[in-house]
């Protein structure tokens, strides 16, 4: 059996990101380590109703991992929303985006029906894309 268990995305600061994640979209931290002698900083959060799957906020590195000129572009594509997006499940998009309003979310898309459910977009502080879709159950 193969499963899911990590995705990674990119983040500009990552105490900005988790603040942004836990404290708007409701995530829990799960592991936050550093490694001093590298300068690297494991950290990780999931929802408390998914323990089997975290996401991973990874700071965008420099040398020896990623040149200048790499991290600017990964840095650059972000910021427009193209460096892949996340897609969360919500089983009510209007009462989610409703609620993220509320803690100061900013959508970039408001809830609209489509052939497969309810969706709407946003981005995090980084400018990664996400998308809150309520999917319909005979899709």
């Known amino acids: 059996m193969i499963t899911t268990g990590s995705m990674q995305l990119w983040v500009h600061d990552q105490d900005e990101a988790l603040k942004f ?3 708007k979209l409701g995530m829990e931290i799960r592991q936050d380590a550093t490694l001093d002698e590298m300068g690297f900083r494991w950290l990780t959060v999931g929802w408390p109703t998914q323990q089997d799957f ?3 906020l990874m700071a965008i590195p420099g040398e020896p991992v990623m040149d200048a000129a790499t991290a600017e572009d990964v840095a650059t594509l972000m910021s427009k929303g193209f460096s ?3 897609f969360l499940n919500t ?8 609620e993220w309003l509320a803690r100061g979310v900013e959508f970039t ?17 980084s400018g990664n894309s996400i998308r809150l879709t309520q999917v319909r159950a005979e899709f």
């Open 91 to 98: 089983d009510d998009c209007h009462r989610t985006y409703k």
């Open 54 to 56: 975290t996401l991973v």
């Open 84 to 86: 892949g997006t996340l």
């Open 109 to 125: 898309q408001e809830p609209e029906d489509r052939p497969y459910g309810i969706d709407c977009g946003l981005r995090d502080p």
């Open 21 to 23: 994640y836990t404290e």
